[in-house]
């Protein structure tokens, strides 16, 4: 039993450095000791996880190069590269293999010639940045006001009462015809387009905001804060929308690809921007579909704009998820 003793003179210390007293500190006997938690890193984590995920934000940086950068590095003007050969009747409506054949091995030509013997290449690029940046812009302007106006809804009795009959007006009409009677009326051009993607489609977010705002706004934590007279708006910053976050993200993906779908089916119905879009690319394709031998300048520009709406729902949509803090276990 004495073999188990420890010789305490071994230390070389004195009893006052042995047995020093230790002051109880209850704050820090609350501590919980765990990992340093960081929200966006835990988003990041998940996100990446999967391979998918990789794969589509890769292919999205492709597009949004090619997008933005390659009609920037050509030097491509909206004015003349699309009439450069419109005398010359033997570059028009060529296959890829035509117009490769007749013009030499080049990236601008590997998707044939259009209507006016131009790259369909380089204008569905360049009608890429046009309908990524509408789309950016609806969707910034549309979740920023619906999410402010979700907030407030979902706290104020009275502005409810408004905005609920507001909002049972503006739902019953129709969207795709408000937006065309708002192009008619106006200029279609690109910040006309804005304003009639943005004048009423902000509402159904603000509505959608508004419930989930209700259902978090009386929970336990939300209803003592308020006793214990903390701010509305720092109850909304603080307690309800970060929990709201994976939500937002969601919504973020799904109108994304909602305003190139709108914007190219106003324009196949020619009603769209005046710009060269992707929507305005198909429209004028519109009887090559049915010409034999034609068909490639019009699918071209369907194909972008289909991919380029599913990698951007793709990639919002998995972001989303991994904005849920109940995926971070």
């Given amino acids: 039993m004495t073999d188990n003793l420890i010789n305490l003179s ?3 210390m004195s009893d006052e450095e042995l047995f020093a007293p230790v002051e109880q500190d209850e704050l820090a006997s609350e501590r919980i000791t765990a990992p340093r938690y960081s929200y966006w890193r835990s988003v990041f984590r998940v996100f990446f996880k999967k391979k998918i995920n990789i794969i589509a934000l890769a292919l999205l940086a492709v597009l949004i190069l090619f997008s933005y950068v390659y009609p920037a590095v050509i030097g491509y003007d909206a004015q003349v590269d699309p009439y450069i050969n ?8 060529l296959l890829p293999a035509d117009a490769i054949a007749k013009f030499g091995f080049n990236l601008k030509w590997i998707l044939g010639s259009g209507a006016s013997g131009n790259s369909t290449f380089d204008a569905i690029w360049y009608g890429s940045s046009i309908s990524i940046s509408l789309a950016l812009v609806c969707a910034a302007i549309n979740m920023f006001v619906g999410v402010v106006i979700g907030a407030v809804w979902g706290f104020s ?19 795709i015809l408000l937006i065309s009677v708002i192009v008619l009326i106006m200029s279609a051009s690109f910040w006309s387009m804005v304003f009639a993607l943005t004048v009423t489609g902000w509402i159904a977010i603000a509505y959608f905001i508004r419930t989930q705002v209700i259902i978090i ?9 308020r006793c214990l007279g903390t701010p509305i708006t720092r109850i ?8 709201m976050t994976s939500v937002i993200v969601t919504l973020v993906a799904t109108e994304i690809p909602s305003y190139i ?3 190219v089916f106003l324009s196949y119905i020619g009603m769209g921007l005046s710009d060269m879009s992707l929507g305005k690319l198909i429209e004028a394709a519109k009887s090559a579909m049915i010409t034999p031998g034609w068909g490639f300048e019009f699918w071209s520009p369907v194909a972008v ?3 380029i709406a599913v990698v951007l729902y793709v990639v919002g949509q998995n972001l989303g ?6 995926t971070h276990m």
């Fill in 10 to 12: 071994e230390f070389n």
């Fill in 86 to 93: 419109l005398m010359d009747g033997s570059t028009k409506h």
């Fill in 157 to 175: 009795r009275k502005f409810d009462i408004v905005m609920t009959e507001v909002y049972n007006v503006v739902a019953n009409v129709p969207y």
């Fill in 217 to 225: 706004r009386d929970r336990e934590y939300n209803l003592a804060s």
């Fill in 236 to 243: 909304a910053t603080k307690n309800i929308l970060p929990f």
């Fill in 261 to 263: 779908s709108y914007e």
């Fill in 305 to 307: 704009a289909s991919i």
């Fill in 321 to 326: 998820d991994a904005s849920d803090p109940r």
